[in-house]
């Protein structure tokens, strides 16, 4: 499943809007407000274009034995997490994804943890669900 447009929307919003607070630190190494804008614009745009790139090639797929997760354009990054090593999940969201019906996900397994990206609600669901059934298969 490719992401949802929604996640987009999501890192754009946080793109713009986390640096504004710095901007008046910025202020006092730039003699003129134009450049001070323009170099905001140029950065924050450059780092857009990174989050796009990764929301273009970002793939999560659920099977009954494990969730993989590919990402990457120059680097292709793949990664497979079977199921029975997942030991716990839980969702973070914040207030603007909450309104966007997105949540993260993060995955507690044997050793280590992985923060997925965002997801819609009904997909996180199904996941959840699929590493519930799969601990009650375990647990029988």
Same mark, same amino acid.
């Given at each position: 499943?490719?992401l949802s447009s929604k996640v987009l929307i999501l890192w754009g919003v946080r793109v ?10 910025? =202020? ?24 796009? !790139?990764?929301? /273009?090639?970002?793939?999560? /797929? ?13 680097i292709r990054k793949h990664l497979h997490i079977k199921q029975r090593h997942i030991l716990a ?11 966007? /019906? ?28 699929? !590493? ?6 375990? =647990?029988?």
């Amino acid at each position: 499943m490719k992401l949802s447009s929604k996640v987009l929307i999501l890192w754009g919003v946080r793109v713009f809007l986390l640096p504004l607070p710095v901007t008046p630190l910025l =202020e006092k190494g730039f003699d003129s407000k134009l450049v001070l804008w323009l170099v905001y614009l140029l950065v924050t745009s450059a780092v857009f274009c990174v989050f796009y !790139i990764k929301y /273009k090639t970002c793939v999560v /797929k659920l099977t009954p034995s494990k969730l993989s997760l590919e990402s990457g354009y120059f680097i292709r990054k793949h990664l497979h997490i079977k199921q029975r090593h997942i030991l716990a999940a839980t969702r973070v969201s914040t207030p603007l994804s909450q309104k966007l /019906k997105l949540s993260t996900l993060v995955l507690y397994c044997e050793g280590s943890t992985f923060i997925l990206p965002p997801l819609t609600e009904a997909f996180t669901e199904q996941i959840e669900s699929k !590493i519930q059934s799969s601990e009650e298969n375990y =647990e029988a």
